[in-house]
């Protein structure tokens, strides 16, 4: 028995003797053929110094995180390069699963890259996360139907006119983190915010002050229980979403900008491209200017590869201009540093501007190691969107999140 | 001399008896070897985790926060045993196993009573009904999903406003759905060996007293089968509390349709929480010892059967 | 009147022998109560068989018609087929499902053989022990152990490996193989063992010579439930595994993506699910007998 336990460990050693090393790197699939661009170009560039390989993780970031994790937990020496959500930086610094980028490197990776993605990938002060792609919601309207939002414009607005056209409008309701992304940005477009320090890290306290929270919350709730809200709201993903714009049957719509290239080749409304307006994300105060959501993906390198140097280098590659240009162009994922916007065509990214604008100001979920649990916590006080009342949900939230930041619920 | 004969007490064996002896303990030391392979590889690979998840459990231990690890001794448990979330789980657990167990047992029952007279067709039926006992379960699980999701080629509930899988209830009933499927085919092939067993002389006078098709059910077949029928429905009570493949697969818990099984995976391999997951998982082991418990002594199911005295 | 009751005397023997022991015979109803049971059979078969039949028709519709709901494929297509085998995300699962299913009931069902000779056989202190031991496992919730499995793996090096895998699948089929092979060697004529005993073989000869052979067709069924519950096991392969070095089919099914971002997989996990549902059926279809038999021998002693 003890031959046999032997064996396949020892046929796993093999391999792996000199030459060039390979350097793993973890990322979820996309489409667009970015991600295999981007290799390319780096074995290219990396004159045999090393070879990038892409491996493939499920499509849903909740399960590649669940994929991550689990490997990074058992010391996994093959995640070389890791393709991190923004919200998992925090917790896998804390963790010790990633390592952060030489002070040297720092602003090499940084200069000219827009505030927001810069602020998700660091931790405590140091850069674990390289700033690659972005993502952010727009608020999309039917050009056709509804005028132009004035930038002042609010949620409660949104609604009451979308009310008296009899159209729908259509957000993600999904008990995943497209929820978080849409609370978090309603929070602190309402002043508030989760954490109050985040610095501190695993010692940081809860803010979610009562009016702020209640504010958003308050916007949530009126949208779930007015009739704009789709039937779907409680199951709709960001396709979802898209999909049941397409239909028609909505004037407003809040999602990421690939459903633009997508409304080209809609069929239920004709021209339906062409019909499409841009705004910034709604406020909930109109005097406080919103703060859009924030997505994107960042580069780390694992803490138990036995290749950090090249991995450094080929992050450093990875993400340059060049190739965010190529990822946005082909991909639909917007760039992160501030120049390459200037080369997108009007006729791809004709919102670019607003885009531009929309990351820069965009306000990172909570930066914290325990950042799933209040993911979960949220999830678990705010779902079904038509459920809950703003008052006692905002105490309801709070605790839950004070136990949460501590590890301490048990939430499933 | 006088010693010898003034104590007859000491019992001196025979040689007769000495052999038996040496036959005996070499068929001791035999059987111990035997066994003992066999018995090692399970103590260590249940045994010795479970204690170790019962040692985890005592531990504030969080993968992801390796610089905490402290003993909070029963912290884990009050909080799992006052938290909503747990009971709203564990409800679901008793809900599912319930429904479903009952459900399997009508339809196994009856389902054994058609093999049990059919006059043909026996082994295309026997044959039909162990593909779902060998389906993988990940397999029935995606088969049933798919049949009633919309965007991923379901024929059923086409129109309905929210598909099953998206409610509570819908989706509970999904699970449900697809467990007895899976498992009533194991069911009606106990309860059939069981129903061999009943006397036909039995029947037959029960009849010619004048007793209906239902009477004879209930009061003449089920009683003579019963160690069969408590048997069959301890296993499957225990298969169905520990659930999770089919929730896995068709919501992950989502919908509220969490399991206890499902609860502890989450915990432990989503949070990597092995101090609260082992908690969850100690409580489920809990669970099935004491269902064990209660059907051994309190229905007095006779398992000695199945340890193979009878 | 002779000839009379002859004929009823042969009419009778030949239903009686079709229907088994003490089944009435009623002439005029047979007719309705053979419509009754045919409705019965089918209606069962059908029940057994119909989300087989909706995978199968799934995994020949092309990615675009998945959607169309209908139940026989308009334009079956073995695009899903092509996919599973070319693009590497199932080649290697099956190679893994099949090597570590197959090593576990080998070892499983070698060790069991031994364990059920000693307890149908041998008296020896501690046989109640092990056997209320197995009946425990048996009962055991997987989830229990896999939080320290998965830590113990991780130290040991042993995560995401065949042995991984292989050594919880051993041992939660012990106590399934250990009943069903004692109850099998409890039908064996004790006579047997005795003569070869007479004439001067030792137990272990005893064992090797006459109680293999007969022993052999309850191995072979043992055999058989054990690689329907390794083939089947799902818990441990999603959590000790996250590679393609040891991870099994049902666990691969998990993780299929669709062509693009956002494209759902139905058809490639419809396709590798037919492909993985195959030896399942073959098994049934070549030993059903054994399986049910093996099945009831553990838990009715009828």
């Known amino acids: 028995m003890a031959a046999l336990l032997l064996l396949p460990l020892l046929a796993a050693c093999g391999g792996g003797g000199g030459g060039v090393p390979t350097l793993n790197w973890y990322i979820g699939k996309q489409s667009g053929g970015w991600i295999e661009n981007a290799i390319t170009e780096c074995n290219k560039q990396a004159g045999g110094k090393y070879k990038i390989q892409f491996q493939e993780l499920p499509k849903r970031a909740t399960d590649q995180r669940e994929q991550l994790v689990r490997r990074l937990a058992a010391n996994d020496s093959s995640i070389d390069i890791v393709g991190m959500d923004v919200i998992w930086t925090a917790e896998f610094a804390n963790a010790k699963w990633i390592v952060p980028f030489p002070d040297s490197e720092r602003a090499a990776l940084t200069d000219g890259v827009l505030k927001g993605p810069v602020e998700s990938g660091t931790y405590q002060n140091k850069l674990y996360a390289a700033p690659f792609t972005s993502n952010t919601q727009l608020l999309w309207y039917r050009k056709d139907l509804v005028a132009a939002p004035p930038p002042d414009f609010t949620w409660q607005q949104m609604i009451d006119t979308a009310a008296g056209l009899g159209k729908k409008v259509q957000i993600q309701g999904?008990?995943?983190?497209?929820?978080?992304?849409?609370?978090?940005?309603?929070?602190?477009?309402?002043?508030?915010?989760?954490?109050?320090?985040?610095?501190?890290?695993?010692?940081?306290?809860?803010?979610?002050?009562?009016?702020?929270?209640?504010?958003?919350?308050?916007?949530?709730?009126?949208?779930?229980?007015?009739?704009?809200?789709?039937?779907?709201?409680?199951?709709?993903?960001?396709?979802?979403?898209?999909?049941?714009?397409?239909?028609?049957?909505?004037?407003?719509?809040?999602?990421?900008?690939?459903?633009?290239?997508?409304?080209?080749?809609?069929?239920?409304?004709?021209?339906?491209?062409?019909?499409?307006?841009?705004?910034?994300?709604?406020?909930?105060?109109?005097?406080?200017?919103?703060?859009?959501?924030?997505g994107g993906f960042n580069l780390s390198v694992g803490s138990h590869s036995t290749h950090k140097a090249e991995a450094f280098q080929a992050i450093q590659c990875i993400r340059q201009p060049a190739n965010q240009l190529f990822a946005a162009e082909k991909g639909g994922n917007p760039p992160t540093t501030s120049a390459v916007y200037d080369q997108l065509t009007t006729d791809q990214y004709p919102f670019k501007d607003v885009l531009r604008s929309s990351i820069n100001d965009a306000a990172p979920r909570p930066v914290s190691p325990a950042y799933n649990d209040l993911s979960l916590a949220l999830q678990n006080v705010i779902h079904p969107l038509n459920s809950f009342d703003p008052a006692a949900a905002a105490v309801a939230l709070r605790k839950l999140c004070e136990q949460a930041l501590k590890s301490e619920a048990v939430l499933s | 001399m006088t010693n010898v004969t003034d104590a007859p007490q000491i019992a001196r064996p025979t040689a007769k008896q000495n052999k038996l002896t040496d036959r005996d303990k070499a068929e001791r030391r035999l059987g111990i070897r035997l066994v003992l392979p066999a018995a090692i590889v399970m103590a260590l690979v249940t045994i010795y985790p479970i204690?170790?998840?019962?040692?985890?459990?005592?531990?504030?231990?969080?993968?992801?926060?390796?610089?905490?690890?402290?003993?909070?001794?029963?912290?884990?448990?009050?909080?799992?045993?006052?938290?909503?979330?747990?009971?709203?789980?564990?409800?679901?657990?008793?809900?599912?196993?319930?429904?479903?167990?009952?459900?399997?047992?009508?339809?196994?029952?009856?389902?054994?009573?058609?093999?049990?007279?059919?006059?043909?067709?026996?082994?295309?039926?026997?044959?039909?009904?162990?593909?779902?006992?060998?389906?993988?379960?990940?397999?029935?699980?995606?088969?049933?999903?798919?049949?009633?999701?919309?965007?991923?080629?379901?024929?059923?509930?086409?129109?309905?406003?929210?598909?099953?899988?998206?409610?509570?209830?819908?989706?509970?009933?999904?699970?449900?759905?697809?467990?007895?499927?899976?498992?009533?085919?194991?069911?009606?092939?106990?309860?059939?060996?069981?129903?061999?067993?009943?006397?036909?002389?039995?029947?037959?006078?029960?009849?010619?007293?004048?007793?209906?098709?239902?009477?004879?059910?209930?009061?003449?077949?089920?009683?003579?089968?019963?160690?069969?029928?408590?048997?069959?429905?301890?296993?499957?009570?225990?298969?169905?509390?520990?659930?999770?493949?089919?929730?896995?697969?068709?919501?992950?818990?989502?919908?509220?349709t969490a399991t206890l099984s499902q609860l502890g995976y989450n915990q432990l391999i989503n949070q990597l929480n092995l101090g609260l997951g082992s908690a969850v998982s100690v409580l489920l082991f809990l669970l099935v010892v004491l269902i064990a418990f209660i059907f051994v002594k309190g229905f007095r199911t006779d398992l000695g059967a199945v340890r193979g005295e009878r | 009147m002779s000839s009379q009751t002859s004929t009823v005397t042969t009419h009778s023997s030949r239903a009686g022998g079709r229907a088994g022991a003490g089944r009435p015979q009623v002439a005029p109803d047979r007719r309705r109560i053979e419509f009754k049971w045919i409705v019965l059979t089918i209606f069962i078969i059908v029940y057994a068989l119909i989300p087989l039949a909706w995978i199968l028709s799934l995994s020949f519709k092309s990615p675009a018609a998945v959607t169309d709901g209908k139940l026989i494929p308009t334009d079956p297509s073995l695009e899903n087929y092509r996919t599973i085998f070319t693009t590497g995300v199932f080649v290697r699962p099956l190679i893994n499902s099949i090597g570590i299913t197959i090593i576990s009931t080998v070892i499983a069902v070698a060790l069991a053989t031994l364990a059920a000779y000693a307890i149908a056989r041998l008296n020896f202190p501690g046989k109640r022990l092990v056997l209320t031991a197995a009946l425990a496992i048996a009962m055991f919730p997987p989830i229990s152990i896999v939080g320290p499995l998965f830590n113990m793996w991780r130290s040991l090096g042993l995560y995401d490996t065949w042995p991984g895998l292989i050594i919880p699948y051993m041992t939660f089929a012990l106590p399934m193989s250990i009943w069903v092979l004692s109850a099998f060697f409890r039908e064996i004529p004790w006579e047997l063992e005795q003569a070869a005993g007479v004439d001067g073989a030792t137990p272990f000869q005893a064992f090797r010579k006459v109680i293999v052979p007969l022993a052999a067709p309850g191995v072979f069924t043992a055999a058989i439930l054990v690689f329907f519950f390794a083939w089947n096991d799902f818990v441990f392969a999603i959590t000790l595994t996250s590679t393609d070095r040891s991870r099994t089919v049902p666990a691969a099914l998990n993780f299929f993506t669709g062509a693009s971002q956002f494209q759902q997989p139905t058809g490639a996990i419809s396709a590798a699910a037919i492909i993985v549902t195959i030896p399942i059926i073959l098994l049934v279809l070549a030993f059903q007998r054994r399986i049910v038999a093996g099945l009831t021998a553990g838990a009715v002693k009828g």
């Open chain 1, 174 to 294: 999904a008990r995943a983190e497209s929820l978080n992304v849409t609370f978090n940005a309603l929070l602190e477009s309402s002043g508030g915010r989760f954490l109050d320090n985040p610095e501190a890290g695993k010692n940081a306290t809860i803010s979610l002050e009562p009016g702020p929270t209640t504010k958003a919350l308050a916007a949530l709730s009126n949208f779930a229980n007015s009739p704009v809200a789709s039937p779907e709201l409680n199951t709709a993903e960001e396709d979802t979403s898209r999909a049941a714009f397409e239909k028609g049957d909505s004037v407003y719509e809040i999602n990421y900008p690939f459903i633009y290239p997508s409304a080209a080749s809609a069929t239920a409304v004709p021209d339906l491209q062409k019909k499409l307006g841009w705004a910034r994300f709604p406020r909930v105060d109109a005097n406080i200017p919103s703060r859009p959501p924030l």
């Open chain 2, 51 to 256: 204690c170790y998840a019962i040692w985890l459990s005592l531990q504030r231990y969080n993968l992801r926060f390796p610089d905490d690890r402290k003993y909070v001794w029963f912290g884990n448990y009050t909080k799992i045993l006052s938290s909503g979330v747990f009971w709203q789980v564990f409800t679901n657990t008793i809900a599912i196993t319930v429904i479903s167990v009952v459900i399997e047992f009508v339809l196994g029952l009856a389902l054994a009573l058609v093999m049990h007279r059919a006059i043909f067709g026996r082994n295309i039926v026997r044959t039909s009904i162990l593909i779902p006992y060998g389906i993988i379960t990940v397999v029935a699980a995606f088969a049933f999903r798919f049949a009633v999701s919309p965007d991923e080629g379901g024929f059923l509930f086409k129109h309905a406003s929210t598909p099953p899988l998206s409610s509570h209830y819908g989706s509970l009933a999904v699970i449900i759905l697809t467990e007895v499927w899976k498992t009533t085919p194991f069911m009606s092939l106990l309860l059939l060996a069981g129903l061999a067993t009943v006397p036909n002389e039995l029947v037959e006078a029960a009849k010619v007293d004048g007793a209906s098709a239902w009477q004879r059910l209930l009061k003449v077949i089920l009683p003579t089968m019963k160690s069969a029928v408590m048997v069959a429905l301890l296993f499957r009570t225990l298969d169905a509390i520990r659930i999770f493949d089919t929730v896995y697969i068709q919501t992950k818990g989502a919908n509220n």
